[in-house]
């Protein structure tokens, strides 16, 4: 079946302008993840969805960062005022409803690269 | 598909004693990383290991790679019940493995 897909897979931006960043989840899947990588780091948590939860919000790095999920299944991650620090690969994660997998294996989409000029 | 296959699936340890996971991979890495999850977060990663290193060490946790076995173990010594989560390990590519659950009883 259809995995997670991310769109743009790549993006170009100058300084201080604002993107986002879209995510289409696995049909069915409750919780969905932010992360983003830097070249030669590991995966960074941002955001994590769970179901119609308040968000855990704790690893977005600043307030220019917001992400929303409309009616529990496409998230989009905003980032305003883009800096070049900002530029990685953002990739997004979706895991079945618990109790069903029954485990919390993430399944994740092939990422947006984004780089700010 | 899952490219990292963790072993023991669970893992249930008092606290103090040490924690060791294992993992398999398939195919060639660049880089051999490990993750935690606690219930209902995101993971926050923990270690990298590149293909050239067999052995690297970062606080309380110890990894090693055997790219000869395709595989790797994390080790957490003296273990504490925030030490309760589920580890992973994941390959360059991100693709992970289904996890150890670990639970460090008080």
């Known amino acids: 079946g259809a995995g997670v897909s991310q769109s743009p897979s790549n993006k170009v931006t100058e300084k201080g302008k604002d993107v986002e960043l879209r995510c289409d989840p696995i049909?069915?899947?409750?919780?969905l993840y932010w992360y983003r990588q830097s070249l030669g780091q590991g995966l960074e948590f941002l955001i994590y969805f769970q179901g119609n939860s308040a968000p855990d919000k704790s690893g977005l790095p600043s307030d220019r960062f917001s992400a929303e999920r409309t009616g529990g299944s496409v998230s989009t991650l905003t980032i305003q005022r883009t800096q070049q620090e900002d530029s990685a690969v953002y990739l997004c994660?979706?895991?079945?409803?618990?109790?069903?997998?029954?485990?919390?294996?993430?399944?994740f989409g092939p990422g947006t690269r984004l780089l700010v000029l | 598909s899952q490219q990292g296959e963790e072993d023991p699936q669970a893992l249930s340890i008092q606290e103090g004693e040490n924690a060791t996971m294992n993992c398999s991979y398939k195919?060639?890495?660049?880089?051999l990383q490990w993750y935690r999850q606690n219930s209902g977060r995101g993971l926050v990663h923990l270690i990298l290991i590149r293909s050239n290193e067999r052995e690297k060490h970062s606080g309380r946790l110890r990894v090693t790679l055997d790219t000869s076995k395709k595989s790797s173990s994390l080790l957490i010594t003296a273990s504490r019940a925030a030490d309760t989560a589920s580890y992973f390990c994941a390959d360059n590519m991100l693709t992970f493995g289904g996890g150890t659950r670990l639970m460090v009883k008080p």
């Open positions: 994660a979706s895991s079945p409803p618990q109790g069903i997998a029954g485990e919390e294996t993430q399944y």
């Open positions: 049909s069915g899947h409750t919780a």
């Open positions: 195919t060639s890495i660049n880089n």
